[in-house]
């Protein structure tokens, strides 16, 4: 994720006149996908598909479902 290259293709964007942004990500893609929806005046549909609570094991080692 390359927040300053996705900001340089806004123009490019909004020249495309698309309806809708969908954002499938939580985080910086989340964030910037907002910033871009309301820069060209778009609704947002939000949604992600992973259960984030299910790997925080791998990623924080001292989460108690890791010690099993």
Request: aromatic fraction near 14%; glycine fraction near 4%.
């Amino acid at each position: 994720m390359q927040p300053r290259a996705l900001l340089k293709i806004k123009t490019g964007l909004k020249a495309r006149h698309y309806d809708i942004l969908h954002i499938q990500t939580p985080f910086v893609a989340h964030y910037l996908g907002n910033h871009l929806a309301r820069s060209l005046k778009l609704p947002v549909i939000s949604s992600y598909h992973t259960y984030f609570e299910a790997y925080l094991g791998h990623y924080y080692r001292k989460n108690p479902r890791s010690a099993a």
